[in-house]
C-alpha cells in the first residue's frame, strides 16, 4: 500500500531531502516539533516497526547509525530519535519512520 512517504520517495510530492543512499531518505518533517524535526524512512515500504522482518534488522541498523549522521550533520550534539509503532503511539503514517528531533531542550515522558 503507497502512503504520503512512498510519493515523497518516488518525486510525487515534494519534500526537503536533507540525506539519501541506497537504503532510505531523510527530508524534513513539514510540521517540526523543534528546530530540527527530520523523517528518516527506508525505500522498502515497512508499514510498522513491529512488522520488521528479522532480515530488516541489518537495514535497521544502519538506518539508525544514518539517523545520528544526520543528526550531526545538523549540529546536533543531543538528539531524540522516535519510531511511533501503531496509531494508538501516534504513528499516522505507515511507512515506518524515525523521527530525529532536537535544537532545544527536550521534555521526559513525551505526550
Ligand atoms: P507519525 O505520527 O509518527 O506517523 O509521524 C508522521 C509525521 O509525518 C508527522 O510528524 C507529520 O508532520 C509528517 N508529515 C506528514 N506529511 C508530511 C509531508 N508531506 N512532508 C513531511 N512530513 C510530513
Do not use: C
Not at 518525486?11 to 531523510?26: H, L, N, Q, S
Not at 513491529?50 to 541489518?58: K, L, N
Amino acid at each position: 500500500m503507497s502512503t504520503i512517504f512512498g510519493r515523497i520517495l518516488n518525486g510525487e510530492i515534494p519534500a526537503t531531502r536533507v540525506w539519501e543512499d541506497e537504503d532510505g531518505v531523510a527530508f524534513r518533517d513539514v510540521n517540526p516539533q523543534a528546530p530540527t524535526h527530520i523523517l528518516l524512512i527506508p525505500r522498502k515500504p515497512i508499514a510498522r516497526l513491529s512488522e520488521m522482518a528479522a532480515e530488516d534488522a541489518p537495514l535497521i541498523g544502519r538506518l539508525m547509525h544514518a539517523a545520528t549522521q544526520i543528526a550531526a550533520q545538523e549540529g546536533l550534539t543531543d538528539a531524540r530519535y522516535v519510531i511511533n509503532d501503531g496509531a494508538g503511539a501516534g504513528q499516522t503514517v505507515f511507512h515506518l519512520h524515525i523521527h530525529i528531533i532536537g535544537g532545544r531542550d527536550l521534555g521526559w515522558p513525551p505526550g
